[in-house]
Each structure stands twice: as structure tokens, then as C-alpha cells.
């Protein structure tokens, strides 16, 4: 069996530390950071200002593993801007950038100049109301076909049907990479949050699996030093000057 790629999500120093350290391929700046660090309900709230914090304090963990930055929403909306933000990805430290969905002119425009660009084809949350499976097998394919082909590197399958993401995976040269997209991509890719069990509404879709119960064990932990603070129990003498 061909080796798996594993991708995962982080947005911070310690996060990005954490997917290294657990030697993870790639590290993905995801705009999911939207959702699971600053509580809004999409990834359309993300800009770049907010990205760039991101990928540089990732940077910062000097990760050994590809450091790959989201591309925001409209921060891509046309081949110039896709290029000039591009760029100031790799300033803050990235290695490659991701885009949502199939614009040839932008795509060839980050290739040509010597970009690596990760597509995204499936459910897209930047421009989907709601999490959708997506199920058009030819359009799908046509997409990971024409990526393919304008050079992209890497695509991401979200919410893919396995039938249809292993023909992907078959029919094109370059990984894909799948989120809700079965067992035959190249590789998978979870949201740190996530598998960690870190968010605080439960959220468990179908083709997750929580590794996990962070939460459960920083409440915990809180808790003790709330109540040793409260008994005097903390600090001791040893964590005095
Ligand atoms: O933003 C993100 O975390 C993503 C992954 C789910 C692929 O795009």
C-alpha cells in the first residue's frame, strides 16, 4: 500500500508545535479557524489580516511538516489579488496555498509563478450555504482533471462520495486528499479541533473520528486550580519568591 498523507488543521504556535511533534505531513492554516478558535458560523468571516496572524504564528514551531496556508474568502477573487495574497502567504511562512473550487485564470496565474496551489473540489464552505455531499461524478472529476492539468499539487475531496473519490483518486497523478471522502484518497485530512475533542458545541459528523476529549480534561483541570485557589491550596510555599 501506498503510504497516506496526513494532513491536519492548526492556527497557533502550540497547535502547530502539537501536529509536528505527532509527525503530520502537512499542516493546513485551515479557515476553518473561523469556526473552531473565533466562534463564527462561517469561513466567509476569516480575511486575510486574520490568516496571515495565523500562518505566521504556525511559522513560528518551525514545523518540519509543509506548511500550507487557506486562502481566505475573496481573497482570490481574481488572478492578481489570488497572486499578490499568495504571496504574502509564503512572506508569513507558508510553503503552498489552498483555494476552494476551479478558476483556471487564478489557478494558472499561482502555478506559472512558480506557487504550489492544494485545490479543494467537493463541499465547499466558502460559497455552500450548508454541508452538502456532493455527488456529480463527472463534474467532480472534470475539476480534479482541469487542477490537474493548470498544476496544481495537491486537491482536497470534501464530503465526497467514496465511490467517487477513489475514481478521482485513480484517474489523477497528484494526492487527493479527503475529508467525508472515505478510504481510497491519498491521503486524509481532520480539523485539529475536532479530533480533539476541543469544541465546545459537540460536533460529530459521520466521517469524523474524535481521538480525544480535550475538553473534558482542561474543564477538569480548571476546575482543581479554581478550587485549590479557593481553599488556599494554591500557590504552596515552593511557588513563592
Ligand atoms: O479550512 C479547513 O480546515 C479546510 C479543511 C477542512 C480541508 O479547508
New binding site residues.
Given amino acids: 500500500m501506498q503510504k497516506k498523507i496526513v ?1 491536519l ?1 492548526a492556527y497557533s504556535t502550540p497547535s502547530a508545535f502539537i501536529a509536528d511533534n505527532a509527525g503530520v505531513d502537512i499542516i ?9 478558535v473565533h466562534g463564527f458560523k462561517s ?1 466567509k468571516e476569516i480575511g486575510m489580516e486574520e490568516m496571515l496572524l495565523h500562518v505566521k504564528a504556525c511559522a513560528r514551531a518551525k514545523p518540519k511538516a509543509l506548511l500550507v496556508a ?1 486562502m481566505p474568502y475573496k481573497s482570490y477573487s481574481n488572478s492578481m489579488l489570488a497572486l499578490e495574497n499568495a504571496k504574502k502567504f509564503l512572506d508569513a511562512g507558508a510553503k503552498a496555498i ?1 483555494i ?1 473550487g476551479f478558476d483556471p485564470k487564478v489557478m494558472k496565474t499561482l502555478t506559472e509563478n512558480k506557487i504550489k496551489v492544494m485545490g ?1 473540489i467537493g463541499y465547499l ?1 466558502q460559497t455552500d450555504k450548508k454541508p452538502i455531499i456532493k455527488k456529480d461524478e463527472k463534474k467532480l472529476l472534470e475539476e480534479a482533471l482541469n487542477l490537474e492539468a493548470t498544476g496544481c499539487e495537491w486537491i ?1 475531496l ?1 464530503l465526497v462520495p467514496e465511490k467517487i473519490a477513489k475514481l478521482i483518486t485513480e484517474k489523477i497523478s497528484i494526492p487527493t ?1 479527503g ?1 467525508g471522502s472515505g478510504r481510497y484518497c491519498s491521503g486524509q ?3 485539529f479541533h475536532d479530533l480533539l475533542g476541543l469544541n465546545p458545541v459537540e460536533f460529530k459528523p459521520k466521517y469524523l473520528k474524535q481521538y480525544a476529549n480535550l475538553k473534558k480534561e482542561a474543564i477538569k483541570a480548571v476546575k482543581q486550580y479554581a478550587k485549590e485557589v479557593r481553599t488556599g491550596k494554591f500557590p504552596q510555599k515552593k511557588n513563592c519568591y
Fill in positions: 494532513m488543521t493546513l492554516v485551515g479557515d476553518s479557524v473561523a469556526n473552531v469561513t487557506d489552498k476552494e479543494h464552505p482536497v470534501e486528499i475529508i485530512v481532520l480539523v
